[in-house]
């Protein structure tokens, strides 16, 4: 049975939509002929909508744009490109960087939330994915469903019907949740005559989907934006198809089919037997091997564990390094001889010296240059899902993350506590762990559908002094989510009290650790001054 729905168009839509996208059905298709900035913007607008990218540039963007030019290219069929130069290059000469020189906007939709860690993994790719913040998962498709990913493996199984039931179950409780929670946040948090109804209300809905997220199953739908060049989406279909999860194998056949349509020359090795073919099976057996191996040397290792931020690696000589590559970049040393310099240095030049480099940072987004990536700290974390899905796509970094099960147990949001609903929520997460069990031996792989939002994952992360900064201060803020601004704040307490790097956590000047009843309400707020603005200049 094909898991996806299909969009319905009227013949005039159709006729708009085959100049611009390569497929008018599936649920991955790719963007051409368009300007940057144009595909750029239908990205953005689409993380924060709940229409298809095609709808979306129907109802939004299509009147501001002259088509007249494009009546005559139908992109479905593919594109007339000149594939004799780079075939020649590329794929007879190996030249990989060719390939890193076309890039495609690629939509892909109705991905499951195992799916999109997948799509999302690869360092030098470009990604924005609808966000559980601003949309509601409580109104179902037009075929009557909600919103989650069948496998069909599963459905023609024992546990088909129980399946879609308890999913289906956990969709009522998010639903019915939903609004209770609206109602106790409307009156824990009066609007006040500072802000606008929309602005209020906009607050107060993203803190109540914040608040029910949890009850989501893994298998919740969502869609999802692409930018990337030949070489990265090569790399990325490469490790897909190794993978173990039916949906990701599938899911890489279709990418492949649209993006051959704009850069077949990129694409052409995967399909040959002593390249990609082998490329695959060397990614496949290894992670098997691995596994397996693993599994026979250590027996089971998952424990119970409570939310957690562990510092598990740094280098106690690392302020010093950072120091030491400050004054090798900014003189005629040698690498010896700034080592030497820096060990001279009395507490406050070395205090000067690191303020000095860093600078007035009148942002954030004013980051100290590459001195800082001299040092790095590795972090064992434990956290929800939810959590795991934003700090999973900083890309800058090494993020490694174990299974997803419910062994870690879950969160139940302090919120949700005190509006009372807590064992409704808890009644849910505890069928998601009771399907999840009873289906793993047989379904390992497809058992992580039904995991809840809410249970928690162990990773890690390791990233250098500037990524940790970067990182740090952006999730700290107080327009973040609750779970991401508490790993937040202990990594740059761990940083200064267990690294000691007290200087370089200083420097992390933009962490917010304010309190916050409304997470958006600022964010809404500015959003509102900026179309008042728009409006008054227009």
């Not at 010093?320 to 400050?326: G, H, S």
């Amino acid at each position: 049975m094909h898991p996806y729905v299909v969009e319905q168009f009227s013949d005039a839509e159709q006729e708009i939509l085959r100049r611009y996208f390569t497929n008018l059905e599936g649920p991955v298709f790719a963007l051409v002929n368009l300007p940057e900035v144009v595909k750029g913007a239908l990205f953005a607008r689409y993380s924060r909508s709940s229409k298809s990218l095609r709808r979306l540039f129907l109802d939004e963007f299509v009147g501001d744009l002259d088509l007249a030019g494009d009546q005559t290219v139908d992109a479905t069929i593919g594109l007339d490109r000149a594939d004799d130069l780079y075939q020649k290059i590329f794929f007879e000469y190996g030249d990989d960087s060719v390939a890193q020189l076309g890039g495609v906007h690629l939509a892909c939709e109705q991905a499951s939330n195992v799916l999109t860690k997948v799509l999302e993994r690869g360092r030098i790719m470009s990604y924005l994915e609808q966000s559980t913040r601003y949309l509601g998962y409580d109104k179902r498709l037009e075929n009557g469903r909600y919103r989650y990913y069948r496998d069909s493996a599963v459905l023609d199984s024992k546990f088909g019907a129980r399946y879609v039931g308890d999913i289906d179950r956990m969709y009522d409780a998010y639903a019915e949740l939903l609004p209770e929670m609206v109602e106790f946040l409307t009156k824990k948090f009066p609007r006040t005559p500072a802000d606008t109804d929309f602005v209020y209300r906009q607050a107060i809905r993203a803190k109540a989907l914040d608040a029910v997220r949890g009850l989501l199953p893994a298998a919740a739908l969502s869609n999802l934006g692409i930018y990337a060049s030949g070489q990265a989406y090569e790399m990325l279909l490469l490790r897909m198809r190794a993978h173990d999860l039916p949906e990701v194998r599938d899911y890489a056949e279709l990418m492949i089919t649209e993006l051959r349509k704009v850069i077949p020359s990129f694409l052409k090795r995967l399909d040959v037997v002593d390249r990609g073919v082998a490329w695959t099976n060397y990614l496949h057996d290894t992670q098997s091997q691995t596994t397996s191996l693993v599994k026979d040397l250590l027996g089971e290792t998952n424990q119970a564990d409570e939310e957690s931020v562990r510092l598990v690696g740094f280098d106690p000589d690392g302020e010093d390094k950072v120091l030491t590559a400050i004054v090798f970049a900014n003189s005629t040393a040698s690498h010896e001889d700034a080592v030497q310099r820096v060990r001279t240095l009395t507490p406050d030049e070395r205090v000067t010296l690191l303020q000095t480099y860093v600078g007035d940072r009148k942002n954030r987004r004013h980051r100290p240059g590459r001195a800082y990536e001299s040092t790095d700290y590795r972090f064992e974390l434990v956290t929800d899902y939810g959590a795991f899905r934003d700090l999973q796509r900083h890309r800058l970094l090494t993020i490694e993350w174990q299974p997803l099960t419910v062994d870690l147990g879950y969160d139940v949001p302090e919120i949700v506590r005190e509006a009372g609903l807590a064992d409704r929520y808890v009644e849910a997460l505890q069928r998601s762990a009771a399907l999840y069990h009873d289906m793993r031996d047989d379904y390992p792989e497809q058992a992580q559908y039904v995991v809840a939002l809410a249970f928690r994952i162990r990773y890690a992360m390791q990233m250098n002094a500037r990524e940790a900064m970067h990182l740090i201060e952006l999730r700290s803020g107080p327009q973040g989510h609750p779970s991401y601004r508490r790993v937040a704040h202990e990594m740059v307490r761990l940083i200064a009290d267990e690294a000691q790097h007290k200087a370089l956590a200083a420097s992390m000047s933009y962490v917010d650790f304010s309190d916050t009843d409304l997470e958006r309400l600022e964010a809404e707020r500015a959003a509102e001054r900026q179309r008042q603005n728009k409006s008054s200049i227009s």
